[in-house]
């Protein structure tokens, strides 16, 4: 596995509110996780950082082997960190209402989890075709899923910035987790900088670019965002996976 990450602040945000890790502990398993902050005068990057940091830290010093530990352990983790962000924003009032998205993906030797909470995404690119693994936790998904809106009207949607469940804010601390087998291809985790300014159609066409490293097609993420706008802070980061045999990349039981 190679991974390779870029965060940029956009064009029209003073600051970058992202944060993105990529960390290792000492059974050799590996996690990757971008998290998206919201909220307060400067609570958004607070929030973001302490979730990546702070899961980061506790990550390097875990000790667990097998996916369902760490589906156990993950979210432990976020409610834990849930209850650190509510606790810093009712003792300052610069950060009341923060909170922060979450994309994480724990690397095992034949299977990945993916978790998530909030609007930050996890991508499949494999075969030239791109899907998203998981299922956005916002206003406009549920008009989506409910048939009220399009998939391409919610893009565009003023309500596509509420969202429904995040780490902070409320007590709902609730992970999505899904176990998945290793395919040849990558996983791309990013935030709505770019996923609101660049169509699949687009991050599709630069992935499939097999000139580019991933380091490239990062920067190249990026760029096609800030083409589009740059109207948020932009986080990509990709893990590639080269992997001989057939299987198909599909949800695994736990």
């Not at 936790?137 to 309500?159: F, T």
Request: proline share 2%.
């Amino acid at each position: 596995m190679k991974y390779s990450y870029l965060s940029d602040v956009g064009r029209t945000r003073s600051k970058n509110e992202d944060f993105v890790g990529f960390f290792n502990n000492p059974a050799g398993i590996s996690l990757a996780i971008v998290a998206d902050g919201l909220g307060g005068h400067q609570g958004g990057e607070v929030a973001s950082e302490m979730a990546v940091s702070n899961i980061g830290y506790e990550f390097e010093h875990s000790d667990f082997k097998t996916p369902k530990d760490a589906f156990s352990w993950l979210q432990e983790q976020a409610v834990f960190e849930n209850k650190k962000i509510l606790k810093s924003a009712d003792q300052n009032d610069s950060l009341m209402g923060m909170g922060t998205t979450l994309v994480c993906v724990v690397v095992f030797k034949k299977k990945v989890l993916i978790s998530n909470i909030g609007d930050s995404r996890c991508y499949l690119f494999a075969d030239g075709q791109l899907v998203q693994l998981t299922e956005d936790h916002s206003l406009v998904n549920e008009m989506v899923k409910s048939g009220e809106i399009s998939k391409e009207e919610a893009r565009v949607h003023p309500q596509k910035n509420i969202i429904t469940r995040t780490l902070g804010v409320s007590s709902d601390a609730r992970l999505d987790q899904k176990l998945c087998k290793i395919i040849p291809g990558e996983l791309l985790l990013c935030t709505d900088g770019l996923t609101n300014m660049v169509s699949d159609q687009q991050i599709a066409g630069i992935l499939g670019q097999d000139k580019l490293g991933l380091k490239e097609k990062c920067q190249q993420l990026i760029q096609a965002a800030n083409e589009a706008g740059g109207a948020d802070n932009i986080t990509a980061l990709l893990l590639s996976f080269e992997s001989e045999g057939n299987s198909c990349w599909s949800q695994d039981t736990l």
